[in-house]
């Protein structure tokens, strides 16, 4: 029997083979143009998508990460009393995780002077961080935000403020007092 005229090589499926790894062009494709444009749109959008994961995965990690590495200055001064850095550590308008016994605190020099809460979110139990770009503490899992002054509750799912911790400061030195 004679091979049919025009006939393209068929893959196992019994669909034509595609060469050079594109689609035949058919009548009605676009022109090559917005192909290249729908190319670059959806590498953009790719890239854009690797940013956003890389993004929230440090945002999640970095209080984590803050927390479980032990300061050099985390030491009991007695009495309850931890060192948990210098204001050089923690400059006017920032904030810090840190270790306070087994558990995350996070210090915030505000306005107000410094400031001092549980670090775990009242929500889920996240760690919160200080997000010096909205001017509050942040918990990176729903959103919730707190007053950095307060810990109180500024938006979000939290159902509680964050429980404060006393903080004292002599000298340059902060330190926390263990309830
Ligand atoms: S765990 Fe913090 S907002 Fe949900």
Not at 25 to 41: H, I, K, L, S, Y
Request: glycine share 14%; aromatic share 4%.
């Amino acid at each position: 029997m004679e091979p049919e005229v025009g006939a393209g090589p068929v893959t196992e499926g019994g669909s034509p083979a595609v060469e050079g790894g594109r689609p035949p062009v058919e009548e009605g494709d676009p022109p090559a143009a917005t192909e290249d444009r729908q190319t670059t749109r959806r590498s953009f959008l790719r890239w854009l998508g690797g940013l956003t994961i890389v993004t929230t995965a440090a945002m999640v990690l970095t209080p984590v990460v803050g927390f479980l590495i032990p300061s050099k200055n985390g030491a009991s001064a007695g009495g309850g009393k931890v060192l948990v850095g210098t204001t050089a550590d923690i400059p006017a308008g920032s904030g810090k995780v840190v270790a306070m016994g087994s558990k995350p605190a996070i210090v915030v020099n505000t306005e107000q002077g410094v400031k001092a809460f549980s670090a775990i979110c009242t929500h889920l139990g996240c760690v919160v961080a200080f997000n010096d770009m909205v001017g509050a503490i942040q918990c990176p899992c729903h959103d919730g935000r707190f007053n950095p002054a307060t810990g109180v509750v500024v938006s979000g799912p939290p159902p509680a403020p964050l429980p404060p911790i006393t903080v004292s400061v002599e000298g340059d030195q902060i330190y926390l007092t263990e309830a």
